[in-house]
């Protein structure tokens, strides 16, 4: 029962925490990250929750996807991420993939990822080109950033985590 409420208690802070594609850092091969992100009753008009899984297939490759939920539409993503460059400070990665909504089909592609390593904490973010591929239009480029900040005593309580952060973050929506 203790554990539950430690996992309630950590999902409710992380309301502002960030999905999973505001780093550069891959997973790790057959290691599963889980991120959430929540909105609670639609608060941020453009906000949304939504639920990120990512595998790593290898140690530079991962397959990830999420599926949102937004006031005006659910969508869902997949795709492949490839980390090209990994140092003591700093992680830099690219992807691509597809989202999927009841609107719209776009891809994103090209996309720039990284994770600067800090002394207590990191910072995460992307810039991803976005494009409609049924209009065949250029939606833009849209980018975010974060601070990750790691919660170590939680970590020890929490079965199968190797590291459980906090990330406070904002990002450019299309």
């Known amino acids: 029962m203790k554990i539950i409420l430690l996992i309630l208690l950590l999902n409710l802070q992380i309301i502002l925490a960030s999905g999973g594609f505001d780093h550069g850092t891959i997973t790790g091969k057959n290691k599963l990250q889980i991120d959430l992100t929540l909105n609670p009753f639609d608060m941020i008009k453009y906000g949304q929750t939504y639920i990120v899984l990512s595998y790593g297939i290898s140690e530079k490759l991962d397959v990830h996807g999420y599926f949102s939920h937004t006031p005006s539409d659910n969508q869902f993503y997949y795709g492949l991420m ?4 990994q140092t003591t400070l700093l ?3 690219t992807a691509i993939g597809l989202r ?6 776009d891809i994103f592609f090209p996309q720039f990822l990284y ?4 002394n207590n904490f990191n910072i995460g973010g992307s810039i991803v080109s ?3 591929l ?3 239009q250029f939606y833009g480029l849209t ?3 974060a ?3 790691p919660l170590k005593k939680l970590t020890k309580y929490i079965p199968l985590s190797e590291k459980i952060e906090l990330g406070i973050g904002a990002f450019r929506n299309l």
């Open 91 to 93: 992680d830099l990665s």
């Open 143 to 145: 980018y975010d950033i």
């Open 82 to 85: 490839k980390q090209f460059k």
């Open 147 to 149: 601070f990750f900040f």
């Open 134 to 136: 049924i209009n065949k």
């Open 115 to 118: 994770t600067i390593k800090l």
């Open 100 to 105: 999927h909504s009841l609107k719209q089909k």
């Open 130 to 132: 976005v494009s409609d």
